[in-house]
Structure formats: structure tokens, C-alpha cells
């Protein structure tokens, strides 16, 4: 294997504009009496802060920020925060949120955003390849293994690691793939992700292990390719969080981009250490 393929799973590997993002809404406006319910523009000015990885976390936000914006005060709510992943978790799973064989909610109605053949070209080109996400473990597993049928995939989920832009789960996931092939401890790793946080967990891995190229992909989640404008306009914040190149499907990361992407991450290794 000549690089490590990651992938965020959210907006990535599904479209989750009428899923997770139609849970939010519908939560936010559920616990502001139906006086706010946020646009897929809102979700994503608070989501370019880098911090709001957590759609339920995200939700909660959203439902403080209304409150402040008319005069109260957190303090003064009584936000019940279980209460808030309660009812998300009803509208995205179903009224039976513990039991995949019973889930009736949004989750099941996701499009798929790339086919195992992608997977297996990216194998056969020598790219070894896992996911790092912020769903729940049963959501993502939902997804990996039973709308796409794969085998036991390398996953660290949201219960298996600090949220982004922590890069503990992306060091999780990379550390299992070299382990199952054998790979060298400086294999070059590109992270695919479709929002702030996941650019900046990248940023963060170089920082904290500078010993081999971390490569930062953004993908253009469905809901922003809308118009060329909105697109345009979302791909300049991923560069702006570090994404050194942006594609409108994942599957646009082809074996031969990667191998483009790690030559060109190896010439700007060179070359700040020549200046």
C-alpha cells in the first residue's frame, strides 16, 4: 500500500441534507416552540466555527442562541440536554432508536454518495482506506455495512474517540490499517472530510506527528452544489480550514489523484526544509 485513505462519513460517504440536518432542524424548532427553525445556511455558518461537529451539541447551540438573541439567558432555560439527543435520535432513527431492525426515521432514506467498486479501485491502486466519523457508531455501522455491505470496515465512530478536531480517532484509524497491512509508520494519510472541523483534525495530526504527509480533502456536501455561487462560496471556506484541493464527489479522488496529492505533498516537505 502506497497512502492511507480516510473518510469522514456525514456529507462524504452520505448525503445527510434530509437526515441528520433535517433532525437538527426539526429539533431546534421543536424546543423554541416552533418560532425558529434553522436553514441549511444557519447549520452551516455555525458548523464553519470549526467546534460543531456534534449535531446534537450543534442542535443545542442553536436552541441557546435563539433564547440569548431575544433576551434570556442559558442559565435561565432549564435546556434538558438529553432531552434535546431524545428527540433527534426519534426523528433521524425512528421511534425505536436502540434497535437498527426497527429504524423507520430519516437515516433510512439517505443517498448513497460513492459504490464498493470505488473502494475496491482504491485497494486495487494500492490505498488502504478506513473511516473516522462523527455518528454514532450504530449510524455509521448502519451505513458501511448494511446500505453498502462492506465486511467489518476499519471505523472509529463517536463513541470511540474525542470529537473533531481532536485527532485521536484519525490516529486510531491509521494505526489499525498499518496494522492490518503492514504498513510503515511514515505512509502518507489523506483525511476527506466536508466541513471545518474535519480540515482542522487534519491540521491538528500534522502538528502533533509531524513525521509523515497529513493530507486534508474537502468534499462538497449535496446540500451547497445548489448553485455555483454556494459552491464557490463553500469551497473556499474548506481551503480556507486547510483543504488542499476540493471535489464535488468523493469519488472524484481517484488512485491517480492520490498518488498526484502525495508527490505534491512530498515536494512542499522539501522544500520548507531546503528554505
Not at 96 to 106: L, R
Not at 235 to 263: F, H, K, Y
Request: glycine letters at 8%; charged letters at 20%.
Amino acid at each position: 500500500m502506497r497512502a492511507i485513505v480516510v473518510f469522514d462519513i456525514d456529507g462524504v460517504i452520505r448525503d445527510v441534507s434530509h437526515s441528520y440536518r433535517r433532525a437538527l432542524a426539526d429539533t431546534v424548532e421543536r424546543f423554541t416552540a416552533g418560532q425558529y427553525r434553522p436553514a441549511m445556511e444557519d447549520i452551516d455558518t455555525l458548523k464553519a466555527e470549526g467546534c460543531w461537529n456534534n449535531d446534537w451539541e450543534a442542535s443545542q447551540e442553536l436552541i441557546y442562541r435563539y433564547f440569548e438573541q431575544h433576551g434570556q439567558r442559558r442559565s435561565q432555560l432549564g435546556l434538558d440536554y438529553g432531552a434535546v439527543v431524545a428527540f433527534f435520535q426519534s426523528r433521524y432513527r425512528g421511534p425505536n432508536p436502540d434497535d437498527p431492525e426497527q429504524w423507520t426515521g430519516y437515516i433510512c432514506d439517505e443517498p448513497l454518495l460513492l459504490t464498493v467498486d470505488y473502494l475496491e479501485g482504491l485497494s486495487q491502486g494500492q490505498i488502504a482506506w478506513g473511516f473516522f466519523s462523527g455518528a454514532t457508531r450504530g449510524s455509521a455501522r448502519y451505513v458501511l455495512e448494511q446500505r453498502l455491505g462492506l465486511q467489518e470496515p476499519v471505523l472509529v465512530a463517536m463513541e470511540d474517540a474525542p470529537g473533531k478536531p481532536d485527532p485521536t480517532g484519525l490516529f486510531q484509524v491509521v494505526q489499525r490499517l498499518e496494522q492490518d497491512y503492514g504498513l510503515a509508520p511514515t505512509t502518507p494519510v489523506v483525511y476527506a472530510g466536508d466541513t471545518v472541523a474535519d480540515l482542522q483534525t487534519v491540521q491538528a495530526a500534522r502538528q502533533q506527528r509531524s513525521d509523515r504527509p497529513w493530507i486534508g480533502v474537502g468534499v462538497l456536501p449535496p446540500h451547497v452544489q445548489v448553485s455555483s455561487e454556494r459552491q464557490a462560496s463553500y469551497a473556499e471556506v474548506l481551503r480556507g480550514a486547510g483543504a488542499v484541493t476540493v471535489v464535488a464527489n468523493i469519488q472524484d479522488l481517484t488512485p491517480e489523484q492520490v498518488q498526484a496529492l502525495v508527490r505534491e505533498s512530498g515536494a512542499r516537505v522539501w522544500e520548507a526544509g531546503a528554505l
